[in-house]
């Protein structure tokens, strides 16, 4: 399980997180929402590692990640993280990049991860491809199969889907729901969209001002009454009418 309570972080001079709790079971994911500019982001970081803060708990199993210790290592080595901006190397192939991943392996167990890993992320018929010539949702996934290449007790995800379209989105979505159903960790999902991970999710998570103004599973966040709740309510529901609309024309 992986536990996160920011009590207090002051982000800019006029802007904070505050009381920010979360909890996350093995094999779910918990999907943050806001919009840009409302913390997401940074409580990604502070999560990550790679934003320093003293009064905050991040903790996989009991186990606290946010000592003065692991604090000189930029990324907590227990996570897997897959930031917004993704850092490939372009111009290697998609096989050479999976290779430098396991190059402390056997022979045999490269082999085996590279092959078994370009079958599960549908990444065969590009593994010749140089990073630079794929497509966003090719490296997407490259992308999330580096982040769960280690050992590791969570995964991150900051706004995956923000340069996919639609095709992109279904295939990516398919894919980390398995990865995430197999490897069994909690997963921490940032996003700016509701639509996008509506059929991901276990738990959903409203950030509004650097505070959570809401968290609950799906159930609870269609009969919760707050505000901010009913406007997503009705956003989706004029987004599902305009859908039925189009398929009526």
């Known amino acids: 399980m992986l536990e996160i309570q920011i009590n207090h972080h002051q982000v800019t001079s006029h802007f904070a997180l505050n009381h920010i709790q ?15 500019g409302s913390g997401k982001s940074t409580i990604a970081n502070i999560v990550v590692g790679q934003t320093i803060t003293k009064d905050a708990s991040i903790q996989i199993n009991g186990k606290e990640l946010n000592t003065e210790s692991d604090r000189l290592i930029k990324l907590f080595k227990e996570v897997g993280y897959v930031p917004q901006n993704l850092h490939l190397m372009p111009h290697h192939t998609v096989e050479e990049y999976i290779q430098r991943l ?33 497509s966003g949702g090719e490296r997407q ?20 889907f923000s340069q996919l379209d639609t095709e992109q989105k279904l295939e990516f979505s398919s894919i980390f729901k398995q990865v995430i159903e197999e490897e069994k960790i909690p997963c921490l999902l940032i996003s700016h969209d509701l639509l996008d991970i509506l059929s991901l999710s276990q738990q959903v998570g409203i ?16 009969k919760s009454k707050n505000r901010f709740v009913l406007q997503l309510q ?3 529901q004029a987004w599902k009418q305009k859908v039925d609309n189009l398929f009526e024309a």
């Open 141 to 160: 996934k490259l992308a999330l199969l580096e982040a769960i290449s280690k050992p590791i007790g969570i995964l991150v995800l900051d706004e995956p």
């Open 234 to 236: 009705h956003a989706m």
């Open 22 to 36: 979360m909890k996350v079971k093995a094999g779910e994911i918990f999907a943050l929402i806001g919009k840009s």
């Open 207 to 222: 950030l509004h001002q650097g505070k959570i103004i809401f968290q609950g599973n799906w159930t609870q966040f269609k």
């Open 102 to 134: 396991v190059q402390k392996r056997s022979v045999q167990e490269q082999e085996k991860f590279i092959q078994k890993n370009l079958k599960r992320f549908r990444l065969k018929n590009a593994k010749k491809t140089k990073i630079q010539h794929l």
